[in-house]
């Protein structure tokens, strides 16, 4: 069979549609840099770039199979495709003070005791794992987690006398009061403006830099720092974590009502401490069943996932690294990657139907190396 020219791999592609977007890849322009070579006279080679929009090991092999089956009739034999992650980008003000970062996820619950800064460190890792640059901020002025779950310790410096270098952790940047206290075991006893100026610090005075995603660890509650934070930047959106309890949703429906009326998207929510599997393989719902399901249908958004109670997750997020970063394979793990890889989905196919649904959405800036782990 002759080696196809250009033209004929790119009419053979044009039927292969896009996973997330639901329109073909090429009219999206997601492809790119296509290129076809000779391997040894009977079998031809097809080289190019892929943009996904999404951190999704599902989604790039689901795109690399249609690919592949595409070009097959053509006598390809080796697809070499370069995978990058092209996340879109948020809308913003004139005056955001995160202007580098395309999406920030506040991740909250109107309840304590939830797990919502373990679910947002794990959700955190697990993007930036998938290929995307992800920093971490601490909301939690009064009660600070992310200093012992992530094992950090020590304090930023100044860059320029002006702007605070963020802490970084398995390739994350981090920011938390704790780190700027001089014990773990000090209280902070501010009043509210006061907390409302240390978290407008940490958005506009850390040098953040080029962000695909800033995950924000809100303290329990609707009081002041939810509320300024959403009045103060343009959020992607929000991720509401529950547990299943009824006691537990009585106040999480409260965060959920906020949200409507500060006019914050719920990108979905996290079941976490769904289910216990004991040691012979049997399921129990300790804390009942069903909760999280009735927050998404309440909150109109997907349940992005369930997540088990783990004495591995509390084990590990004690130690210092989260389960994500410490047992990717454990199934606790693969939860809380999937949540992620969900959210990511969500946060794109957003940002598509708000630019139209014909093209893709606008990045505002380069793309980057798609990398698997």
């Not at 009081?223 to 959403?230: E, F, I, K, N, Q």
Request: net charge neutral.
């Amino acid at each position: 069979m002759p080696t196809p020219t250009v033209e004929a791999v790119e009419a053979a592609l044009r039927g292969v549609i896009d996973p997330v977007y639901g329109k073909p890849l090429l009219e999206l322009g997601l492809l790119s840099q296509i290129s076809v070579s000779d391997t040894n006279g009977k079998n031809a080679a097809v080289s190019m770039t892929v943009a996904l929009p999404v951190v999704s090991e599902e989604v790039q092999k689901q795109v690399s199979t249609a690919l592949e089956s595409a070009l097959a009739p053509l006598g390809v034999t080796q697809l070499h495709a370069t995978f990058r992650l092209q996340v879109p980008m948020r809308r913003t003000n004139a005056d955001d003070p995160v202007p580098t970062v395309r999406n920030v996820i506040l991740v909250m619950s109107g309840k304590g005791g939830v797990g919502k800064s373990t679910c947002a460190a794990n959700l955190a890792l697990a993007l930036h794992r998938g290929g995307a640059r992800v920093g971490l901020l601490d909301a939690d002025i009064y009660g600070p987690s992310v200093p012992t779950m992530l094992g950090v310790s020590g304090h930023p410096r100044a860059l320029d006398g002006k702007s605070i270098e963020p802490m970084s952790r398995f390739g994350m940047k981090l920011m938390s009061i704790g780190f700027l206290i001089e014990s773990d075991k000090d209280a902070i006893i501010w009043r509210g403006p006061m907390v409302q100026g240390a978290l407008n610090q940490f958005l506009t005075d850390v040098a953040w830099g080029e962000l695909d995603y800033l995950v924000l660890d809100l303290p329990p509650g609707t009081g002041d720092v939810a509320l300024s934070l959403a009045q103060r930047l343009k959020s992607t959106g929000a991720v509401i974590v529950t547990t299943p309890q009824e006691v537990a949703l009585q106040d999480v429906y409260k965060s959920v009502s906020m949200c409507k009326k500060l006019n914050v998207p719920i990108l979905g929510v996290i079941e976490n401490m769904s289910f216990f599997v004991d040691p012979a393989g049997n399921k129990h719902e300790i804390f009942g069943a069903g909760g999280g399901q009735k927050i998404a249908e309440f909150a109109q958004a997907p349940l992005l996932g369930q997540i088990p109670l783990d004495q591995q997750v509390r084990q590990w997020g004690d130690d210092g690294t989260p389960i994500v970063q410490a047992m990717p394979a454990h199934p606790t793990a693969r939860a809380f990657v999937q949540v992620a890889e969900a959210l990511s989905v969500r946060i794109a196919r957003d940002a598509f139907e708000r630019a139209g649904g014909e093209k893709a959405p606008d990045t505002h800036g380069p793309r980057r190396l798609k990398i698997m782990r």
